[in-house]
């Protein structure tokens, strides 16, 4: 099958809609980029397919080869540079006692440097995406499909794409546990999950069913729905990697402070419950938002005030560059040029705040699956 080139497949799963599974799933894949494995991502949110966009290729088209589908290379294995020095606002590096990446709250926290701006040279992996963004018209097409089409189109998207070799194929997921979800488990565990019966030069021939990772936010609405997202794997027989609690604060871009907008902890809370890995909270951060919308490098410490960009200190900050561009991407809205600054995304999120938190995360993903130590869950009533 189509899958036979990757080593190991992880779910991106959620019970609830808007929580960022697509933003973790891009995010975790420029981190395994970054630590030097090939990775590919399967978009199979088909009625909201986000992927194509986060990675800035909406304008790519997929290619016809003997058997199937090629996937759209975002970059290539390569060589990078050494990443320009980076001042984040709150240090979003810092370790729980269990491991997990988090961020401090204190307000007096000096800012942090970026730990990766040194001499050295990274070797990346290469990034492949497929989704059926690629195959509309344009962004505005609606997907009125039922049930069995979209069965259909997610084994095609399973059996037809012909991945190259692949260490990590993360399949970004939509919400909740319909018609997506059944068909997607269902075939894995099918075709790619039974165990291994053949090698080729000491390779196994089939990929591992890693296991999943669960999205969710720190509110109580959003943890009650993803809860069914764990019973259900429990009851298919996914195993979880660990679970992600998304939007879990935001730290100011100028003077570090850290609120909690939506409440925090929850989804810790939930992993404890459940018994399953809690992976670590992701803050808010709009300069994220700029790199994927602008392709522009994240840059903080500055604040615009009537147009004129300042420091912590009311300081104005570079007047003679601060022009209208300037100044709209420090404040994290578009342009509305629609036109993308030149370089590799991946590049560019080394100088995010958010790196050091799924460089963590991305580590303990890879950790949990070379130790075979991802968890089975069982149901759990609330």
């Known amino acids: 099958m189509s899958l036979d080139n990757v080593k190991n497949i992880v779910l991106i799963l959620s019970g609830k809609g808007g929580v960022g599974k697509s933003s973790i ?3 975790l894949a420029f981190s395994l980029s970054l630590a030097g494995h090939s990775v590919g991502i399967l978009d199979i949110d088909l009625t909201g397919p986000s992927i194509p966009r986060l990675l800035g290729i909406e304008a790519s088209k997929v290619k016809q080869a003997p058997g199937g589908w090629l996937p759209v290379e975002v970059h290539g294995s390569q060589t990078l540079p050494p990443a320009p020095p980076t001042t984040y606002p709150s240090p979003a590096s810092t370790t729980a006692s269990n491991g997990a990446s988090t961020y401090r709250e204190s307000s007096d926290s000096a800012p942090s440097t970026n730990g990766h701006a040194d001499q050295q040279l990274t070797q990346i992996g290469s990034l492949h995406a497929m989704s059926l963004a690629f195959l509309l018209a344009s962004r505005s097409s609606a997907i009125v499909w039922r049930g069995p089409k979209k069965t259909a189109m997610v084994r095609q998207f399973l059996t037809s794409v012909l991945w190259g070799p692949t260490d990590y194929l993360l399949i970004d997921t939509p919400p909740g546990t319909s018609d997506e979800h ?5 075939t894995l565990l099918k075709d790619v999950a039974a165990p291994l019966s053949s090698t080729t030069n000491g390779t196994p021939s089939r990929p591992q069913l890693a296991g999943a990772v669960i999205v969710t936010t720190p509110q109580a609405v959003a943890i009650s729905d993803v809860r069914k997202e764990l019973n259900f794997c429990g009851k298919t027989d996914v195993k979880v990697l660990g679970v992600v609690e998304n939007m879990s604060g935001y730290v100011c871009e100028c003077c570090g402070v850290a ?6 902890g929850g989804g810790e809370v939930m992993a404890r419950e ?8 992701v803050p808010l951060d709009s300069q994220w938002g700029v790199l994927v919308e602008e392709g522009a490098r994240p840059k903080y410490g500055g604040v615009v005030k009537d147009g004129v960009e300042e420091d912590a200190n009311g300081i104005v900050v570079g007047a003679e560059d601060n022009d209208d561009e300037g100044a709209e991407r420090s404040t994290g809205t578009s342009t509305g040029t629609g036109e993308r ?3 590799l995304l991946v590049d560019k999120y080394r100088s995010c705040s958010l790196y050091p938190v799924f460089e963590g995360i991305a580590k303990q993903v890879v950790n949990t699956i070379q130790s075979g130590t991802a ?3 069982g149901q759990v009533v609330s």
């Open 25 to 27: 799933t891009t995010q």
């Open 182 to 186: 059944i068909s997607l488990v269902e």
């Open 259 to 264: 609120t909690n907008l939506f409440s925090k």
């Open 274 to 281: 459940f018994g399953v890995g809690f992976l670590g909270g």
């Open 341 to 343: 600054e030149e370089g």
């Open 375 to 377: 968890v089975s869950v």
